[in-house]
Structures are given as C-alpha cells and as structure tokens.
T-cell receptor
Framework: DAGVTQSPTHLIKTRGQQVTLRCSPKSGHDTVSWYQQALGQGPQFIFQYYEEEERQRGNFPDRFSGHQFPNYSSELNVNALLLGDSALYLC?????????????FGSGTRLTVV | AQSVTQLDSQVPVFEEAPVELRCNYSSSVSVYLFWYVQYPNQGLQLLLKYLSGSTLVKGINGFEAEFNKSQTSFHLRKPSVHISDTAEYFCAVSPLSGGYQKVTFGTGTKLQVIP
C-alpha cells in the first residue's frame, strides 16, 4: 500500500517564475493538506483540500494556490516566486472522518529559488 | 485556535542516556496530541499519539509520552537513546471535533545523540 507520493523531489527555480508541486495521497484518504517547512522551522500550514475544494487556509498570500482532483490527488501552485519561498513543501493526507489517525506525510519537495 | 510550544530547540544527550523532549500546548477545545519525527531530508513520521484514556502512551522505537491535562503538556521520553534517534521531533495537536481537521505543529526539537 503506497503512502503519500510527492513529485518532484527537488526543484530549482528562478525568482518570478511559477512552480507546480504534486501529491498523491495514501490510498483511502480523502483530505490533502499542504505545509511549508523553511530551514530550521516547523511545518507551517498553507491550506487543506477536501472534496475538491479549499476549505481552510493558513497565513499565505494568494500567490499560493492549489487544486484537488476527483481521485483526491492535489497540486500546489506558487506564482511569482520569491527567494523566501525556498523551503521543503510537505503534503499530508488524512481521512476526514478519522481525525484520530492523524496525518500521513510524503517525503516532500525541496524547492530552491535563486 | 491551537498553538504548540516546544521549549527546547536542541537537546544533546549521550548514547544510552535517558531523554525528555518537552511540549506544551494551548487550545480552547479538546485536542488530539501527536509526536512526529523527521530524519534529515525526509518527511514526518508519526511516533505516537494521545487520543483518550491512559495518559501514558507508547509509540515506535521505544518512545513514550505522558499527557498532563492540568499542565497542558505532552512530553516525550525515551529511557535509553541510540545514535539512530538523532533527528528532529515535532509535537502537534489537532482538534477533537468541530471545525476542520487541521494539525498544528511546534517549532521542533533537534535531538543530537552523542556517541
């Protein structure tokens, strides 16, 4: 049973460019949450998708957007990249009706903006 | 809203010695409590969780944690650490019910096991 899969694993982009990160949730999970983890920091909540809709959002600008597809996979898009967007981006999947199970995390996408 | 405070950013400890990583939380609603571990260049792996019942919970790799409601703490312990325990540890909370399922993390504690 595959866990959470994220692609790509590493990415280097130039300031001002746009990037798309992808996530396939664990089989049976219906909720996808995205986190940004800057170097030396804890994961910061970006947003969460459920039933193909963004249902809550952290303190991130509109440059950060996402999508969830009918098969529950998800994309995170970041426009007009800034140097400060360099971070590890983590995707976590979960089952909405089973909160006690917590999240299952992917290994992350390391984004470097130069 | 919930918040998590991990009081120590780094904890050095000698191999085979005991260790305690501290975590305090704040929440206006009842919460589930979690500890996650992150090895270098990897995602987060669930160590253990507190849902209800016994306040002492056991997890993987010999770790355990104790929930103290009056002190709003959920400290992580291991009686004897190994080199392989060197990693970063994150305490996290999630609301029991109401609102949306969202996990809030602390800033992490780096455990460095010294040979």
């Amino acid at each position: 049973d595959a866990g959470v899969t994220q692609s790509p694993t590493h990415l280097i982009k130039t300031r001002g460019q746009q990037v798309t990160l992808r996530c396939s949730p664990k089989s049976g999970h219906d909720t996808v949450s995205w986190y940004q983890q800057a170097l030396g920091q804890g994961p910061q909540f970006i947003f969460q998708y459920y039933e193909e809709e963004e249902r809550q959002r952290g303190n991130f600008p509109d440059r950060f957007s996402g999508h969830q597809f009918p098969n529950y996979s998800s994309e995170l898009n970041v426009n007009a990249l800034l140097l400060g967007d360099s971070a590890l981006y983590l995707c976590a999947s979960s089952l909405d009706r089973a909160r006690s199970y917590g999240y299952t995390f992917g290994s992350g996408t390391r984004l470097t903006v130069v | 809203a919930q918040s998590v405070t991990q009081l120590d950013s780094q904890v050095p400890v000698f191999e085979e010695a005991p260790v305690e990583l501290r975590c305090n939380y704040s929440s206006s609603v009842s919460v589930y409590l979690f500890w996650y571990v992150q090895y270098p260049n990897q995602g987060l792996q669930l160590l253990l969780k507190y849902l209800s019942g016994s306040t002492l919970v056991k997890g993987i790799n010999g770790f355990e944690a104790e929930f103290n409601k009056s002190q709003t703490s959920f400290h992580l312990r291991k009686p004897s650490v190994h080199i392989s325990d060197t990693a970063e540890y994150f305490c996290a909370v999630s609301p029991l019910s109401g609102g949306y399922q969202k996990v809030t993390f602390g800033t992490g504690t780096k455990l460095q096991v010294i040979p």
